[in-house]
């Protein structure tokens, strides 16, 4: 349940649905919505603080915080595993590198541009 937490809190601020300085339900309100502990709430807090997702001000809440480039850091990760599991097809289907290269450049020069 903590990483849920911890994603879906990632998730929300990368994509801009919760923006920079909007406060977060307190742990205990989380807690009792989730029907989970406080400390598996307070830990997941922690954690996304460490990572610099959110700020905590004592005596006032937890906030999000700036944290530019978030969103850009997921989505790489995200490309990181569908190359991953690209190449491990291919990889499978004894395909040469030089075809699979082939074929991202083709997959690539097919899209269509961003507008």
Request: proline share 4%.
């Amino acid at each position: 349940m903590y990483l849920q937490i911890v994603e879906q809190i990632r998730q929300r601020v990368a994509a801009g649905d919760w923006p920079v300085g909007q406060e977060l339900p307190s742990i205990r309100a989380l807690a009792a919505d989730l029907r989970v502990s406080v400390i598996t709430v307070k830990r997941a807090y922690l954690d996304l603080e460490s990572e610099g997702v959110i700020v905590t001000r004592h005596g006032k809440g937890s906030f999000v915080a700036d944290a530019q480039g978030l969103a850009k850091d997921m989505r790489l990760a995200q490309l990181d595993t569908h190359l991953a599991a690209a190449s491990e097809i291919a990889r499978s289907l004894a395909m040469p590198e030089p075809e699979l290269i082939e074929r991202l450049r083709s997959a690539l020069n097919n899209q269509e541009p961003e507008a």
